[in-house]
Structures are given as structure tokens and as C-alpha cells.
Nanobody, 126 residues
Framework: QVQLIESGGGLVQAGTSLRLSCVAS????????GAWFRQAPGKEREFVAA????????AYADSVKGRFTCSKDNARNTIYLQMNNLKLEDTAVYYC???????????????????WGQGTQVTVSS
């Protein structure tokens, strides 16, 4: 079993930055692909960013491309999401997720992930 704990959320003004962290315990993340999703009130959970198990291949939703950066530190068993130039529409609960994978696999759909964190709230104000 893998346990995931997200942190780093908060209330920030538009145009500023936040870095989310997702620390795993119970298993090493070196053989897991990871991702960040988010869910705004009244909306479905949506894909934000994904990374393969080795941490050298990434995918991003169009809405965050160029502003958000996902990274994976296997030595620290942690996945990060650096969020720059935050916008009002980035307000949501952000979840990290991991799934066992081979080296180049990445997953961008909710149903492809088995292990989820509890979420961290990000609120962007004007």
C-alpha cells in the first residue's frame, strides 16, 4: 500500500506562486508514475500534470502549460507541482496520485490511478 500526503496549498493572490508537495510512504516511488489532478466545486476532477516513474517525461493540461511544472524526486519519495502565475480559475482542491508503471508510462485519467492523497486546497483571489 502507498500512502500519499499533499501539502503546500493555501490562499494566494492571482499572479503569485505556490509549490505543492506529495510525500509517499509505504513504497518507494521509483517504480510509480505520478500525477496531479484538481477538482473545483461542482466540477469533475480534472487532469493537471503527469510524470513517468523516472521523472524525465511530463505531460500537462493545456490550461496550465507554461505555468505549472511537475517534478519527481525518487530519493525523497516526493512529487512536486510548482504553480506560477496563478489565476482565479486555478482555485480547486489538488490531489496527487500514483500508479505502478514501467519506465515511460504516464497516465492522465482519473480511473488509471489506484493511490490518491487526501487533497490540498488552493484558493486564488483577485
Amino acid at each position: 500500500q502507498v500512502q500519499l500526503i499533499e501539502s503546500g496549498g493555501g490562499l494566494v493572490q492571482a499572479g503569485t506562486s505556490l509549490r505543492l508537495s506529495c510525500v509517499a510512504s509505504g513504497r518507494t516511488l521509483s517504480t510509480y508514475a505520478g500525477a496531479w489532478f484538481r477538482q473545483a466545486p461542482g466540477k469533475e476532477r480534472e487532469f493537471v500534470a503527469a510524470v513517468n516513474w523516472s521523472g524525465d517525461t511530463y505531460a500537462y493540461a493545456d490550461s496550465v502549460k507554461g505555468r505549472f511544472t511537475c517534478s519527481k524526486d525518487n530519493a525523497r519519495n516526493t512529487i512536486y507541482l510548482q504553480m506560477n502565475n496563478l489565476k482565479l480559475e486555478d482555485t480547486a482542491v489538488y490531489y496527487c496520485a500514483v500508479q505502478p508503471a514501467t519506465s515511460q508510462q504516464m497516465y492522465t485519467r482519473v480511473y488509471e490511478y489506484t493511490y490518491w492523497g487526501q487533497g490540498t486546497q488552493v484558493t486564488v483571489s483577485s
